[in-house]
């Protein structure tokens, strides 16, 4: 098995290409070893020196260090990858699906729906090439809450993706839309 890895905007995460399905839909992030216990996969990553979190993407996952040296928890990483897939058990544990919330007003429906489109079709598939996700969680008086997972999480340029990137693109075809907010 084969496994390639990818450099991402946050110098504290990596992306690894196990080239293979990972998940078949939705993306599962977990922030430590504690949440980890809904996924095999993120469990045994999770016992590497230095991992501080673990993102699952459909076919990428995506390890996030703390500020030790890549060249010392890398060759363990791919190793726990590695070991999981050769052993048949599950990414997930039953019932450990990704739910997203979200949180607006019945009357902004149609509002919300556009902007999940957009996020959908135009943001998520860019930012996955990053190894990261970012999901709609709300929207409330012109202010969308996003969930930023992955790579995106605690990334120095994640204020201006936001910011400048989608927040700009929101606005453009939503004309309600006066701000974006990470939850």
């Given at each position: 098995?084969?496994i390639?890895?990818e450099?991402t905007p946050n110098?504290a995460?990596?992306?690894f290409l196990?080239?293979?399905?990972?998940?078949?839909?939705?993306?599962?992030?977990f922030?430590d070893?504690?949440d980890?216990?809904?996924?095999?996969l993120?469990s045994?990553i999770f016992e590497?020196?230095g991992?501080?979190?673990v993102f699952l993407?459909?076919?990428f996952?995506?390890v996030?260090?703390?500020d030790?040296?890549w060249a010392?928890?890398?060759?363990?990483?791919?190793?726990?990858i590695?070991?999981?897939?050769?052993?048949?058990?599950?990414?997930?544990?039953?019932?450990g699906?990704?739910?997203?919330g979200?949180?607006y007003?019945?009357?902004?429906?149609?509002?919300v729906?556009?902007?999940?489109?957009?996020i959908d079709?135009r943001?998520?598939?860019?930012?996955?090439?990053?190894?990261?996700?970012i999901?709609?969680?709300?929207?409330r008086?012109?202010?969308v809450?996003?969930?930023?997972k992955?790579?995106?999480s605690?990334?120095?340029?994640?204020?201006?993706?936001?910011k400048?990137g989608?927040?700009?693109?929101?606005r453009?075809?939503?004309?309600?839309?006066q701000e974006?907010r990470?939850?």
């Amino acid at each position: 098995m084969f496994i390639q890895t990818e450099e991402t905007p946050n110098p504290a995460t990596l992306k690894f290409l196990p080239g293979r399905i990972v998940l078949e839909e939705g993306t599962r992030d977990f922030r430590d070893s504690v949440d980890a216990y809904l996924s095999p996969l993120a469990s045994r990553i999770f016992e590497v020196e230095g991992v501080t979190g673990v993102f699952l993407g459909q076919d990428f996952v995506t390890v996030t260090k703390t500020d030790m040296d890549w060249a010392h928890i890398k060759p363990a990483v791919l190793g726990a990858i590695m070991e999981h897939f050769l052993s048949g058990a599950p990414v997930l544990n039953e019932g450990g699906a990704d739910l997203e919330g979200s949180d607006y007003d019945e009357a902004d429906a149609e509002t919300v729906s556009t902007i999940k489109e957009l996020i959908d079709t135009r943001v998520r598939p860019a930012v996955a090439n990053d190894g990261g996700d970012i999901t709609f969680h709300g929207y409330r008086e012109g202010v969308v809450f996003l969930h930023m997972k992955g790579a995106c999480s605690g990334c120095p340029s994640s204020t201006a993706t936001l910011k400048q990137g989608i927040e700009n693109l929101l606005r453009h075809f939503v004309p309600d839309v006066q701000e974006v907010r990470p939850v």
